[in-house]
């Protein structure tokens, strides 16, 4: 009970230290960084192209709101041991009884709360920019041999409310994913920890798209095939094997959660099995 204390006690401390100007202006940022940019593909799509709105809401939302899970888990979760070494506390918490484990476990949370509270309003804010625009489903998308099945299809599983519902928990599930694999990063490397989240999310986004075994142990293509599998979004016939696959949605969630277990408890050995050197024993 004690520890979980510390952990809750950690967290309060963490969300209130982050209500400031500088960070809270940097998640409004991020959050407003997708309705804007639909805005103003929304204004501009009418006036370059007959089709007047883009056919695929879902997939440009879900890229836009896997970009800002990611910068914001870099910015709260990467630097969990660096801002303790620079500020001098990371000696004191070294002797209190689980006093690294319980800081970086509160820290972890917190960088999952602003991730997930980011991401969710920016979501909220497309899903009423994409109410707003005419967004076209034109039939072209698949070609001469189009049925009135895979248009209404189309027309179903891109209605705002249905994004909306269907992106949410791939939200939360992506923000506990990537904050402990940043965790992870950055206990593992915690001066040149922000560059290897970024070269990570790089290469992240290129394997999720691969048609081979390595996209497995990926969360960007579990997060993918979970929120198509929710909107019965189905692209196999025109991207076989690229957008999703043929299991369920239950796996794509279990195997998140377990991607999650595995770099929290990899971050927690790291924790105890590395020596941090602060400024005054350098």
């Avoid at 109410?131 to 895979?150: E, H, S």
């Avoid at 001066?191 to 390595?214: D, Q, S």
């Amino acid at each position: 009970m004690l520890f979980l204390r510390k952990i809750s006690a950690t967290f309060l401390f963490e969300f209130s230290r982050s209500l400031t100007a500088s960070r809270i202006s940097t998640s409004l940022i991020l959050a407003f960084f997708a309705p804007i940019m639909l805005t103003l593909i929304g204004f501009w799509l009418p006036k370059t192209v007959e089709s007047s709105g883009i056919p695929y809401p879902l997939l440009v939302l879900s890229v836009f709101h896997l970009l800002a899970v990611l910068l914001a888990v870099l910015l709260w979760a990467t630097p969990v041991v660096f801002s303790e070494l620079e500020g001098k506390t990371w000696a004191y918490l070294a002797i209190r009884p689980h006093g690294k484990l319980c800081s970086t476990l509160g820290k972890y949370f917190n960088a999952v709360f602003w991730a997930s509270a980011t991401a969710s309003v920016s979501l909220g804010l497309s899903c009423l920019v994409v109410n707003y625009f005419p967004w076209n489903f034109n039939p072209a998308v698949f070609g001469d041999g189009v049925t009135m099945g895979q248009l209404e299809m189309l027309k179903q599983s891109n209605r705002p409310m249905v994004v909306f519902y269907s992106l949410l928990p791939c939200l939360f599930l992506g923000s506990m994913a990537f904050s402990a694999i940043f965790v992870h990063i950055g206990l593992i490397s915690h001066k040149r920890g922000m560059i290897l989240a970024v070269v990570y999310g790089i290469v992240e986004t290129i394997f999720a798209f691969l048609p081979a075994i390595v996209r497995q142990f990926t969360v960007g293509f579990h997060l993918r095939n979970i929120g198509f599998k929710i909107a019965d979004f189905n692209l196999n016939d025109e991207f076989p094997g690229y957008v999703t696959d043929d299991s369920g949605t239950g796996f794509h969630i279990l195997a998140v959660l377990a991607i999650t277990v595995v770099h929290v408890a990899a971050a927690i050995y790291w924790l105890h099995a590395r020596e941090y050197i602060t400024a005054e024993e350098a």
